[in-house]
T-cell receptor, first 117, second 111 residues
Framework: ETGVTQTPRHLVMGMTNKKSLKCEQH?????MYWYKQSAKKPLELMFV???????ENNSVPSRFSPECPNSSHLFLHLHTLQPEDSALYLC????????????????FGPGTRLTVL | TQLLEQSPQFLSIQEGENLTVYCNSS?????LQWYRQEPGEGPVLLVT?????EVKKLKRLTFQFGDARKDSSLHITAAQPGDTGLYLC???????????FGPGTRLSVLP
């Protein structure tokens, strides 16, 4: 399989549940990202990992916990979420995090549509 | 903080018409990317523009990067219903590892 894959594609959970989102990239990239996309809002960057090390955490609530065991896999662990956390969660990867015209492009997965009841 | 603005926010046109959407910033970007996103899916990369003044063509889509690398445009010729979607522009910030995204232009092409 090629590109960036995400599972599950859809997830419904209660506020007391614990669940995890999974992302896998098959592009040989070294940087991975989690974004949140809510209705009528621009994409919000949540976390950035470079070579499995977290390099960016944009003031995300602690109920979201990322994990990057290797450069191909990224997880987002969810617990005690709120209804306003319902959104499309997108994973992306890029070749490297260090800037360069040929390495700036991000490739996105299809997303996980999360609904918190 | 680098910001990207996009206009128009919404656009609804008939099949066969031409259209242009815009991506603007007061900041210089080393490159800009255009993505198209369909409902319930992730954004799909259309093109990356790198050089000021650069023009790239992708079938009926023409992308231009402004000379000062602060703006970009996407022109679609003879739009088709398959062009319907959210068009996002994005670019790397100058400080760290963040990508800045515009709010998008939501295009609807009616048959």
């Amino acid at each position: 399989e090629t590109g960036v894959t995400q599972t599950p594609r859809h997830l419904v959970m209660g506020m007391t549940n614990k669940k995890s989102l999974k992302c896998e990239q098959h592009l040989g990239h070294n940087a991975m990202y989690w974004y949140k996309q809510s209705a009528k809002k621009p994409l919000e960057l949540m976390f950035v990992y470079s070579l499995e090390e977290r390099v960016e955490n944009n003031s995300v609530p602690s109920r979201f916990s990322p994990e990057c065991p290797n450069s191909s896999h990224l997880f987002l662990h969810l617990h005690t979420l709120q209804p306003e956390d319902s959104a499309l969660y997108l994973c992306a990867s890029s070749q490297v995090v260090v800037r360069g015209p040929d390495t700036d492009t991000q490739y996105f997965g299809p997303g996980t549509r999360l609904t918190v009841l | 903080t680098q910001l990207l603005e996009q206009s128009p926010q919404f656009l609804s046109i008939q099949e066969g018409e031409n259209l242009t959407v815009y991506c603007n910033s007061s900041s210089v970007f080393s490159s800009l990317q255009w993505y198209r996103q369909e409902p319930g899916e992730g954004p799909v990369l259309l093109v990356t523009v790198v050089t000021g003044g650069e023009v790239k063509k992708l079938k009926r889509l023409t992308f231009q990067f402004g000379d000062a690398r602060k703006d970009s445009s996407l022109h679609i010729t003879a739009a088709q219903p398959g062009d319907t979607g959210l068009y996002l522009c994005a670019g790397p910030d100058n400080y760290g590892q963040n990508f800045v995204f515009g709010p998008g232009t939501r295009l609807s092409v009616l048959p």
